[in-house]
């Protein structure tokens, strides 16, 4: 089963890994930022050993996306993508056994000042 873990941030300044950017984070004590790091480390190490990680992406700054909105045709604008405080940070595709394997990865990606979403990955001729 595919998934894809989507990973949405406003970090200032915009960097990665954008957890480590945000006032959030900043906040936390040092210990649980090193608790966070080391459950990440682990849970990223092995699912990255077991071959369950297909690819992971960090975004550049979204003040540097293009949009493009259709009407008589693409009509290109300057970026964000999207009137939101939050934006697309990067994304992992993962290839797992399980929905419940697919979370146990995916809370290890969320963070304070992050929203991490976990989606399934469709194939042509998938129903909605």
Known sequence: MKFVILIHSNPQPWAHPTSEHTREYAALPQEKKDQLSA???????????N??????????DPNTA??????????PSDGPYAETKEHLAGFFVIDVDSQERAEQIAEAFS??????????????????
Request: net charge negative; glycine share 12%.
């Open 51 to 60: 071959g369950e990680i297909v690819y992971g992406c960090p975004l550049g």
């Open 111 to 128: 963070c304070p000042g992050d929203t991490v979403e976990l989606r399934p990955v469709m194939r042509p001729g998938d129903e909605a």
């Open 66 to 75: 293009r949009v493009f909105h259709y009407t008589d045709h693409p009509m």
């Open 39 to 49: 459950h990440w480390d682990e849970v990223y190490g092995q699912a990255d050993a």
